[in-house]
């Protein structure tokens, strides 16, 4: 089947600690894209990349960090100098097409929760 | 992108149609309208997308204001599965690819009742 995969489910972490989460995809996109949701609120881009080897902040990119060394492959590092980190954690793939008007996959999310 | 204004939450009875109207006076153009729903703890999922023309597929109808003002999405037979936060986003068409991301609101929670 294809479809993107998050990967954990549920993350906990102490305060201070950098903590990776992972996001795959086989749908043969080329963009790809790390959403933050706080509860009760819609989600804001961290985030995005349009192709391998490039990536761009979105528009709360302070405190975390990503690669995309490989397509179906872009890991979201959230690092101790962001300072509310606990939300639930999405990461979305699309086609790259010009006008950017393509529809986005959704994976199933990491609830992160800092202790 | 412009913005959108939805009901914080509307109720339908399980079999039938559900109606969940969005107003996005302020659109432009070259903005198409897309709706994507979030059932609780999963990622959103695409549902339809419009210009001007009325849209429909196999989950949802899309109406749109001859103005553009507003618009409607349209689920014909509601069911219990779709209980979820509806949301209303307006995207431009931009050459270059630049109109990258989503912005989502707070959306409407439709709650479909048995």
């Known amino acids: 089947d294809g479809g993107i995969t998050q990967s954990p489910k549920y993350l906990f972490r102490k305060e201070g600690q950098n903590v990776t989460l992972s996001c795959e995809q086989n749908?043969?996109?080329?963009?790809m894209y790390w959403y933050r949701q706080d509860p009760g609120q819609g989600l804001r881009l961290i985030y995005y990349?349009?192709?391998?080897?490039?990536?761009q902040k979105g528009d709360i990119a302070e405190g975390y960090s990503v690669s995309r060394e490989k397509k179906e492959s872009f890991p979201l590092t959230v690092t101790s100098a962001q300072k509310n980190p606990t939300a639930f954690y999405l990461c979305?793939?699309?086609?790259?097409?010009?006008?950017?008007?393509?529809?986005?996959?959704f994976g199933p999310g990491t609830r992160l929760t800092v202790l | 992108d412009a913005k959108t204004t939805q009901p914080p939450s509307m109720d339908c009875a399980e079999g039938r149609a559900a109606n969940l109207p969005c107003n996005h006076s302020t659109i432009s153009g070259n903005e198409y309208v897309y709706w994507y729903r979030q059932i609780h703890s999963q990622g959103p999922q695409y549902i339809i997308h419009g210009l001007k023309n009325n849209e429909t597929n196999e989950m949802a109808s899309l109406i749109i204001t001859e103005d553009r003002k507003s618009s409607t999405l349209i689920l014909p037979h509601a069911t219990l599965r779709d209980t979820a936060v509806y949301y209303c986003i307006v995207r431009v068409a931009e050459s270059g690819g630049s109109n990258y991301k989503l912005t989502f609101g707070k959306g409407t929670l439709l709650t479909v009742n048995p």
């Open positions: 979305a793939s699309s086609i790259f097409s010009g006008s950017g008007l393509n529809e986005q996959f």
């Open positions: 749908l043969n996109h080329d963009a």
């Open positions: 990349s349009q192709i391998v080897n490039d990536f």
